[in-house]
């Protein structure tokens, strides 16, 4: 069988990103993306919440404010 230069070019990209000694066909271990989701603890109630707004309050003592 005679691979293209296309093949070719893109075996060499998964090599060279992934040769970390992870096999390139295990395209699921790659890169997680990061999460923009933060830690924040509620100054009300203590409540430990994750969120992505700039808030310092959880949405239960967020809507008695």
Same mark, same amino acid.
């Given at each position: *069988? $005679?691979? &293209? !230069?296309? !093949? @070719?070019?893109?075996?060499?990209?998964?090599?060279?990103?992934?040769?970390?000694?992870t096999?390139? %066909?295990q *395209?699921g $271990?790659?890169?997680k /993306? =990061?999460?923009?989701?933060k830690? $924040?603890v509620? /100054?009300? %109630?203590g409540? $430990?919440? =994750?969120? &992505?707004? !700039?808030t310092?309050?959880?949405?239960? %003592?967020? =809507? @008695?404010?």
């Amino acid at each position: *069988m $005679v691979k &293209n !230069d296309e !093949d @070719k070019s893109f075996e060499a990209e998964i090599r060279a990103k992934y040769s970390g000694g992870t096999c390139p %066909c295990q *395209m699921g $271990v790659i890169e997680k /993306k =990061k999460s923009s989701l933060k830690e $924040v603890v509620c /100054k009300k %109630c203590g409540t $430990v919440f =994750k969120t &992505n707004r !700039d808030t310092e309050y959880c949405w239960r %003592c967020e =809507k @008695k404010i």
